[in-house]
């Protein structure tokens, strides 16, 4: 690196840059599946959702802010009847497109498609190395669907799609399971941290890593280096020592941020409640106005204090974590992430009373189809106790 | 040293699949066949990499935009780099 700036790159990402680095935009809270810990509590479609014609012009805004590329997800965002319209017009508009997908309209055809095209990335959901423990999360049926999916994709050439998994206290056990799938595919593994956003704050105290599982994850990681990705989402993790590949910061609103089906713009993706709401892309000034000037990402992008953790000898590395994670777990946004590496959460977590954490602010579930029930697996553990692109390269 | 050394003799252009997005540290650069971000440190290096493809040789283009002497092995490893990661491709004419 050239050695003219004295200013940390990460310090310049703290304050903010011009556009997003990596913006999530849900695009339908529909879904066909009713996964236990969705972070967006999908299932029904929201009426006040945006129009083909209002989530173009969000495209056209894009393009003028040079925003590379958008993750697309959902909800299952391929059940729009205007999605692949919408693909096109994103890549006719120089924005790549990622989108997050169960699978289930992953046909051949489709694949074929997907996979002559560079400016399009897929990601298929997997919870589970196994039909048992996937679908004990996401469904009857999903992982077959999923194995599918991924089937049609490396059939048509798709190389290096991305396997996306949420760790869960019982899959962690199979990570080297779910690299292997990803190998078998050519696609690029990508693990993410459970959260208890949305209906993930229902199964958090069930599915969260036991602190010796928060080990297991960040020596895994340790070990495949840059070939797995992260969504820099372990960050919490490089408290246990070196620092994980990523930028290892809290990026909401600074970084990143999320567009939801009704152009609500939050923080981050697994931040959808009122206190994290900057705005809307269908107010004067469309998204670039809210990213640029909204009050809440103003203040977000102001040096951190880091409260109660400023005294502790890892700040430097977690910075106190996940602040979607503390939020709904009812812990102060300035004190220790709910699974501290180093237990400082603990007593904390222990004090908050029952149902006094806070709620998200939509809940889009079925009423119908009731979320996936978690059904214990045969056991295989009881070691019980509390404990997230891009491929990043400095030049 | 010697293949760093031919870095900066070398004729380069940015790669048409990569993005640059100009920011207040320097730049971000996307590309879109590797989907890999990198970052420019510094708005030199930005003024050198969007000079490359009308310059014979890397080395010129630093000296048409400014970039000191002694500078110019950073700028080498910066460029190198980017070459590694198909950030920039050589050009024969």
Redesign the interface.
Known sequence: ?????S?P?VE?FAEG???P?CLTWELTYACNLACAHCLSSSGRRDPRELSTAEAKAVIDELERM?V??VNIGGGEPTIRSDFWELLDYAVDH?V?V?FSTNGSRITAETAALLAGN??V?VQISLDGATAEVNDAVRGEGSYATAIQAMEHLAHAGFE?FKLSVVCTRENIGQLDEFKAIADRYGAQLRLTRLRPSGRGADVWDELHPTAVQQREIYDWLMAHGENVLTGDSFFHLAAFGEALPGLNLCGAGRVVCLIDPVGDVYACPVAIHDEFLAGNVREEGGFQKVWRESELFETLREPQSGGACASCSAYDACRGGCMAAKFFTGLPLDGPDPECVKGNADLLLANVADGSAPKPSGDHSRPGAVPVTLMRRPDRSCDENPLAG?????? | MTVALAVLDRAWALSP?V?V?P????A???H???????????P??LTVVQSLSDAPSARVACERAGVAET?LP??E??LA??AD?D?LQERTS
């Open positions: 690196m050239t050695a003219t700036t200013v790159l310049h840059l011009d556009a680095i040079q590379f590329y120089h790549g990622k560079d400016y990335d290096g891009i491929a990043l390269g400095a030049s | 699949q993005s997005r920011e207040r540290f320097g971000l650069l996307y879109f066949g590797t989907r890999r971000l990198s970052f420019l440190k510094d030199l290096l500078a950073a700028y490893k910066a780099r980017l990661t950030m």
